[in-house]
C-alpha cells in the first residue's frame, strides 16, 4: 500500500493516533473544541445551531475512528462484500441515531445541560437527509444500519442529490412545494476529491477486427461528466462496525476541452457546461411508484451506476484475483429496477475493457446481481424508449441487444412450440417507439429476484414475471420480506417504551434480537407495567397534539382516538376512502341527537404525505382533506368528537413524533396494490392497531399477532379483477352511505364541489379502479368496531401489548440475515478493536 506511514515512523503516530470519547467531559471537551475553532465561535456566540455543530463534529470524529478501523478491517480480511445500489437514500436526521448507536447519549445529554442546552432542542436543528421519497428509501436505510449492527461488510452507493424531496407546505388546503436545499452544513459527509470517475455519455461505437482477429469495440467520442464521491459512515448499534455509504455528486470534467474554451474568450458557454454537467446530480425526482422516461433520470442512473461499478471493479482489481472470483468477491443488490444500467455497463467493462468472452462475462454478472422488485403497478414499471438509449448510451443499447438475443435463443430452444412467448419476454418491447423493459433486463441479468412481502412475492411470479418462471423455474425467485430497524423505530422515537421493555426484560439486547420481545407477553397482565404502557402512549399523544396546536393550530383531544395515515398520497394507498370515511362519520354526528352524541369514542382523524407535483388526483385528494377539516374542526355540533387535521410536509423527523402516537393507523390500499408497506411494522410496534385490508405485509403481520388483534376489512386481491370487471359490465348499486357523502360533497358543503369532481367521478363514472366503494362499507363498519374495541380499554391495551410482543420478526436484521443467507451467500466480519498494521 503506496501512502502508508513507513514502519519505523509508525510509533510516532500511534502515539498521538485518536481514541473516542466515552465519558461527558470528554464530550464536553470535544465540543467545545469545535465550536471554537471549527466553526469560528466564543462563549458570547454559541447559539443553539452551533451547539448542534459542535456536538455533531464530535460525534463525527468519535464515528470516524470506527470507521476507519472498520475499512482496513474489511480490506485485510479480503471477505466479500455486499453493494447496496440504491437511487434513494431516506435517512433522516443522522445525530440522534450516531449518539444511540454509538451508546454516548447519555453523556452528551449531561455535557450540554452544563454548557447550557437542551438535548431536544439540539437534536432538532438538524435538517433530515431526505434523499428519497417514501418505503423504498427508507427500506434502504434501514438496511444501512442493519447491515452495519450486523457487522456485514458492505457499502452503499446512491446519489448527493443537491436538493432532496420537496417540501410541502399547505397553503389554503393546497399543497406548495419548496426546494429543499439541505446541503448548507452537512457535518457527516467526507468529499474525497481524489476519488473520482469519468463517466462519458453520447458518442458512438467503432468496431474494429483486432491483430488476433477479435471483434472489438470502443466508445469514443462522447461528452464528459465527472463523479465525485461524498462518503457517509453508517455506525452500527453497539459495534465498533461503521459502514461506508458512497454518494456522487457531478461536476465537469477539467479536461483541455474546457481550457480551450477559457482561452478562446467562451466563459460563459464554458460555465453553461459546468452548469449542465452539475445538473445530473442536482435533484432528486420526487415520483413514487411512477416513471415518466425523462432524459435526466436516465443520465441519472447511468452516471450513478458506472461511478459505483468503475469503483467496485477498481477495488476488486487491487486485489489481483482473477475475474472468475469476482463474484466471490462482490456481491450487488439492486433497490428495483432504478440501478439496472449495472448489468450491461459490467458486461461492458468486461467485454470491452478487460477483453472477456461474452458467455465468462455474462455468467459473471450473472451471479454477482440480485434484484429486488417493490411494485406491481404497470405505471411504474421502467422503460425507455430505444431512440433516447441509442443517443445517450450507443454502446450500451448494442449490448442490451445481445443479452436479449442471447437470451431469446435460450428460450426458442427449450420452448419451440411457444412463438408468443418470444415477443412476451423480449427485453425490447415492439411498440413506437420501441423500448426496454428494464425489470426483464434485471431480472435476466441476475441470479435471485426477490418480491418485498409473501403476498406480492406470489403476485410476482404469476403477474408481471409469469413466463420468466417458466423460462428459468421457480428457485430464481424468492421473497424477503421488509423489516424496519428497531434502533430508529422503537429506541430513538421511542425512548420511554424502549425503557419500559428494558427494565422487564433486563436490558437492551432485543434491540439487536427484537424476537426477544415475546418475552413481554408474560407482563399482558401486569397491572404496573400496563398501566406505565398506557402512560407512555398518552404520553406521545400529547407531544403530538402540541405538534398538531403549533403547526394546524388545530386543538386536538389526547384523549381521543388518534387514527393516522402518514404515507404518501396515492391513489392505490386509498386516502380517498378515509377521507370518504371521515365524512361519513361527519355526517352522522350531524344526524345524531344530543343524547346519542354523547355515546360515541372522540376521533382525530390524521392524514399525512406528500403528492408528486405532477400528480393531480393525490393533490385533489389533499385539498379535500384539508377542506373536510376546515368544516368539521370549526363546527360546535361536533366539538371533541371527530377532528381532521392534515400534518404539513411527513418526513422521517416528523414520523418519529406520529408513530409513537397512534391508536389505531390506517394501511388501507386496493388488495394487490401495496408491495409491502413498512410504516404498518412501525406503528404496530409502537403499540398501535391496524385497519388494514388483505394487502402486502398487513397479512403476515395478522399472522404474526394474531388475527384478533387486527382490523381487517374488504375485498381479497383474487377478486380485484373480477370487480374491476363488474363496473363496466353489470349495473352495480352504488352503497348508500357512500352516494350520501358524495351527495354532501356535490352540495358544497366543503367548498366549490367542482374542485373534487374528478375525484368523486373517478369513481362514479370512471370504472373505481382502486375499488373504493367495493370496500367502503365494510371500511366503515370496520370503523365501528374499532369504537366499540376503544371503549374497553382494558382488553385494547392487551391487543396492544401482544401486538408489539409478537412484532420480532419486523426486524430489518432478519431482513439482511436472509438476503446474506438466500441471495449474497456472504458472512459477518468481527469487528476488530484496532486494525492491524496499516
Ligand atoms: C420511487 C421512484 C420510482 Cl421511479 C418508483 C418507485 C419509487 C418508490 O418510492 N417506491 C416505493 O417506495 N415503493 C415501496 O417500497 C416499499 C419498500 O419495499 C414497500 O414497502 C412499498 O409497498 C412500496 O410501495
Known sequence: VEASIPEPQRAAWQKFSAEPFNTKEQFEQEAVRHIETTLA?????????????????????????????????????????????????????????????VQQKDSAKAGLADLGFRME??????????????????????????????????????????????????????QVEIPDYWLDFNPWEFPRHDVTVDIQFFGNVRKYVDDSGKQVSVWENGEIVQAVAYDVPIPGYATPTTNNLRLWSSKAASGEFDFQKFNSGEYESSVADQQRAETISAVLYPNDNLERGKELRLKQQYFWCAASLFDIVRRFKKSKKAWKEFPNAVAIQLNDTHPTLAIPELQRILIDQEGLEWDEAWSIVQKTFGYTNHTVLPEALEKWSVPLFQHLLPRHLQI??????????????????????????????????????????????????????????????????????????????????????PRRWLHQANPRLSELIASKLGGYDFLKDLTLLHKLENYVDDKAFRKEFQEIKF?????????????????????????????????YKRQQLNIFGVIHRYLTIKSMSPEERKKLAPRVSIFGGKAAPGYWMAKTIIHLVNAVGAVVNNDKDVGDLLKCVFVEDYNVSKAEIIVPASDISEHISTA?????????????????????????????????????????????????????????????????????????????????????SALVN??????????????????????????EAYKDQESWVSKCITSVARMGFFSSDRCIDEYAEMIWNVEPLSPTKKAKGV
Open 41 to 101: 465561535r466564543s462563549l458570547y456566540n454559541c447559539d443553539e445551531g452551533a451547539a448542534y455543530g459542535g456536538t455533531a463534529l464530535a460525534f463525527r470524529d468519535r464515528m470516524v475512528i470506527d470507521w476507519n478501523r472498520t475499512q482496513q478491517n474489511q480490506t485485510f480480511a479480503d471477505q466479500k462484500r455486499v453493494y447496496y445500489l440504491s437511487l434513494e437514500f431516506l435517512m433522516g436526521r443522522a445525530l440522534d441515531n450516531a449518539m444511540l448507536n
Open 121 to 174: 432542542d439540539i437534536i432538532n436543528q438538524e435538517r433530515d437527509a431526505a434523499l428519497g421519497n417514501g418505503g423504498l428509501g427508507r427500506l434502504a436505510a434501514c438496511f444501512l444500519d442493519s447491515l452495519a449492527s450486523l457487522n456485514y461488510p458492505a457499502w452503499g452507493y446512491g446519489l448527493r442529490y443537491r436538493y432532496g424531496i420537496f417540501k410541502q407546505e399547505i397553503i389554503d388546503g393546497y
Open 400 to 485: 442490451i441487444y445481445d443479452i436479449n438475443l442471447h437470451f431469446l435463443q435460450y428460450v426458442e430452444r427449450n420452448f419451440p412450440k411457444d412463438r408468443e412467448m418470444l415477443g412476451r419476454v423480449s427485453i425490447i418491447e415492439e411498440s413506437q417507439p420501441k423500448m426496454v423493459r428494464m425489470a426483464y433486463l434485471a431480472l435476466i441479468g441476475s441470479h435471485k429476484v426477490n418480491g418485498v412481502a409473501e403476498l406480492h412475492s406470489d403476485l410476482i411470479k404469476t403477474t408481471i414475471f409469469k413466463d420468466f418462471v417458466k423460462i428459468y423455474g421457480p428457485d430464481k425467485f424468492t421473497n424477503v420480506t421488509n423489516g424496519i430497524t
Open 539 to 571: 404520553a406521545n399523544k400529547v407531544r403530538l397534539a402540541k405538534h398538531i396546536k403549533d403547526t394546524n393550530g388545530v386543538s386536538v383531544n389526547p384523549a381521543a382516538l388518534f387514527d393516522i395515515q402518514v404515507k404518501r398520497i396515492h391513489e
Open 672 to 756: 394487490g396494490t401495496e408491495a409491502s408497506g413498512t410504516s404498518n411494522m412501525k406503528f404496530v410496534l409502537n403499540g398501535g392497531l391496524i385497519i388494514g385490508t388483505c394487502d402486502g405485509a398487513n397479512i403476515e403481520i395478522t399472522r404474526e399477532i394474531g388475527e384478533e388483534n387486527i382490523f381487517l376489512f374488504g375485498n381479497l386481491s383474487e377478486d380485484v379483477e373480477d370487480l374491476r370487471h363488474a363496473h363496466f359490465y353489470s349495473k352495480f348499486e352504488f352503497d348508500p352511505q357512500l352516494q350520501r357523502v358524495f351527495d354532501a360533497i356535490k352540495e358544497g358543503r366543503f367548498g366549490d364541489a367542482g374542485q373534487f
Open 762 to 787: 373517478g369513481i362514479v363514472e370512471h370504472g373505481d379502479y382502486y375499488l373504493v366503494s367495493d370496500d367502503f362499507k365494510s371500511y366503515i363498519d370496520t370503523h365501528t368496531l374499532i369504537d
